[in-house]
């Protein structure tokens, strides 16, 4: 799990998600670029820090919300991006779900 409180985490976990977005289920069967999916790596990177408490279930919808107001959102609507959220929160919180959906 990557250390959230260090100035180079984002930067790690950018690095991380750039080398292997392309293995997940949401971006392998997608032509989008990693530029696409990049905010919904850094929302749910943000996200496991803000709602540390928190499990995905609890938060999910909260976080739909918060997406629709998310200012790097670029064009994604929540259903094209949760999967990328999903997979930074669960790197960050240490939780692992094979579940897309």
Known sequence: ???MHTKSGWTDEDAYWRTNY???PYASSSQR???YYQPGYRF???AADRY??????DVESSLSRDWNNFE?????TWEDI????????NRMT??????YR
């Not at 949760?82 to 929160?89: E, F, I, L, P, T």
């Open 44 to 46: 749910g990177y943000d």
């Open 94 to 99: 240490g939780k692992r779900s094979p579940t």
């Open 52 to 57: 540390a408490d928190k499990s995905w279930e």
């Open 72 to 76: 790097d959102r670029g064009s994604s």
């Open 33 to 35: 670029s990693y530029d």
């Open 22 to 24: 392309r293995s997940r």
């Open 82 to 89: 949760k999967g990328a959220v999903k997979d930074a929160w």
């Open 1 to 3: 799990m990557a250390d």
